[in-house]
């Protein structure tokens, strides 16, 4: 996908025999946290299908699916260069025949079975500490370095960093799951899972019409991501440069809980002062009472006693990229619901997930921002953490990450 959404739609593939829904293409939705659209009569969810190969990895731009899983790995230090290499062989030729739709393989479990691919997206990335561990510390790319502490942050590490990642998204919870075993099984013995995280989105087809989903505190989320059309798309989500690296991403993670039992007492003027938009549509509130969602922010307007209208400690004022240099990303969040803390209150949140061309440009100083002058941040913990590089995606019959290691 080389951005636009003409380009979003060219790479959905329609599922079944001649019918199907394609992915990212309906009414609009497009990367981020819209939603895409249920099928058509007589299609069913199951048959979309996104294409593994290609120029660039699946699950950057595509809509979030309903259902994601993370998980990280640490490769073995018997593993070398040599084993990294067959560990993304053998990942991305399992995630192109999942991907595919095609059956199961001989010895699988057949947790799938009866579904398509329900647009399946995996997407592989590698962390910092790879490259020593793999021999390759003269190939880490300048942008792959540690995130700096910001204030507040409460990170276990148990839970953050990793020398891969594995993103998996689809339509139906049994295929990502299945694609998950699937993957951690091929890691046996090269690498050792280092942590787990699973979350979700708006089920397709659960609006009337394809929409901006919600997070845990009910507000639409996704507003006023970087749009595939928008000139300047390709610069701020992809990499560029001549190296391996090149049409890639950076994906920085971080599993933030909300203080959702705080959050959900405050009255409705209070949390809408805390964002800047209006709870019931996502409206700026500096659009008055015609505003819609995609009304555009101002950022200056005043009421009649000359009060700003988004408030000096608003998140999308704090947040945006004018009140931060211009820096940008592509936001990819999925909410979590992972139970009961000790204490009673739910463990719950965003897995936050932030694509750009560099961390320096976009999450970095965004987050040293936010930090220290969200409203919104006396409900958020900041709990785990990562970064990886995401490489292109792999042209047919090769595999993801194969410039690297081969190049
Ligand atoms: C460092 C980057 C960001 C973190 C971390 C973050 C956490 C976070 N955000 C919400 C809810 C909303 N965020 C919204 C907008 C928004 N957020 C960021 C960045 C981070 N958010 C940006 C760059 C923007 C866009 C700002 C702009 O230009 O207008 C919104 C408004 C709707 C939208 O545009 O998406 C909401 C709502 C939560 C709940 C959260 C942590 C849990
Ligand atoms: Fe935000």
Same mark, same amino acid.
């Given at each position: 996908m080389s951005g636009g959404s003409a380009g979003l739609s060219r790479r959905a593939v329609l599922g079944g025999a001649g019918a199907g829904l394609a992915v990212g293409a309906a009414g609009g939705a497009w990367g981020g946290r819209a939603s895409a659209h249920a099928p058509a009569d $007589?299609?069913? =969810? $199951? &048959?979309a299908r996104v294409p593994f190969h290609a120029a660039r990895q699946g699950g950057i731009v595509e809509p979030a699916q309903a259902r994601v899983e993370w998980a990280a790995f640490d490769l073995l230090a018997s593993t070398g260069r040599d084993g990294l290499a067959a560990l993304l062989r053998g990942w991305s030729a399992a995630a192109a025949r999942m991907a595919a739709g095609e059956p199961a393989a001989e010895g699988e479990n057949q947790i799938a079975l009866d579904a398509g691919p329900s647009s399946l997206t995996v997407t592989f990335g590698f962390g910092a500490t790879l490259f020593d561990k793999a021999g390759l510390a003269d190939r880490?790319? &300048? &942008?792959l370095v540690e995130l700096p502490a910001f204030p507040g942050d409460a990170l276990d590490p148990a839970r953050s960093g990793g020398d891969l990642w594995v993103q998996i998204g689809a339509d139906d919870s049994l295929v990502a799951v299945h694609a998950l075993r699937v993957l951690m099984r091929l890691a046996t013995g090269l690498a050792a899972p280092r942590w787990l995280m699973s979350g979700f989105a708006r089920t397709p087809g659960a609006t009337p019409h394809p929409m901006t989903g919600r997070n845990l505190m009910g507000q639409v989320d996704g507003t006023n991501n970087p749009r595939p059309r928008d000139p300047d798309f390709d610069a701020t989500v992809f990499a560029a440069g001549g190296d391996w690296m090149a049409g890639g991403s950076y994906a920085v993670l971080r599993r933030i809980r909300m203080l959702l039992e705080g959050w959900d007492t405050l009255p409705l003027d209070k949390q809408e002062r805390i964002i800047g938009r209006r709870k019931s549509d996502g409206a700026p509130l500096s659009g008055g009472p015609d505003a819609v969602e995609r009304t555009p922010v101002d950022l200056a307007a005043t009421d009649g006693d000359g009060v =700003?209208?988004? &408030?000096?400690?608003a998140h999308v004022r704090v947040a945006a990229a004018a009140s931060n240099g211009g820096a940008a990303m592509l936001r990819r969040g999925f909410s979590f619901h992972d139970g009961l803390l000790p204490d009673g209150s739910p463990d719950a949140g965003l897995l936050f997930a932030a694509y750009q061309a560099d961390p320096a440009r976009g999450f970095v100083p965004v987050q040293q921002r936010l930090s220290r002058g969200d409203g919104l941040s006396r409900y958020l913990r900041h709990e785990a953490s990562a970064l990886f590089a995401v490489p292109p995606g792999a042209p047919a019959g090769g595999y993801v990450g194969q410039q690297l290691l081969e190049g």
């Open positions: $007589g299609v069913t =969810l $199951g &048959a880490r790319p &300048a &942008a =700003l209208r988004i &408030a000096p400690d």
